[in-house]
């Protein structure tokens, strides 16, 4: 092995380093949108549901 393999190595194992390092918070960022996501269309459905039972309740019955 001469200066320059062990100088390519030492370049390889950075490289590779700097792609997991950049790659981890690209794949946790990605997961957290997506539970945003799922968590922020579960409250708006959760609201929904609540505003219509809330206007159910105030309609006034009609006699029959």
Avoid: C, H, W, Y
Avoid at 52 to 61: I, T, V
């Amino acid at each position: 092995m001469t200066v320059n393999d062990v100088g390519r190595e030492g370049v390889r194992l950075v490289s590779r380093l700097a792609g997991v390092a950049i790659s981890v918070p690209v794949v946790a960022g990605f997961v957290l949108l997506g539970a945003a996501v799922v968590v922020g269309r579960s409250l708006l459905d959760v609201g929904r549901k609540l505003l219509e039972a809330r206007l159910g309740a105030q309609e006034p019955r009609k006699a029959a």
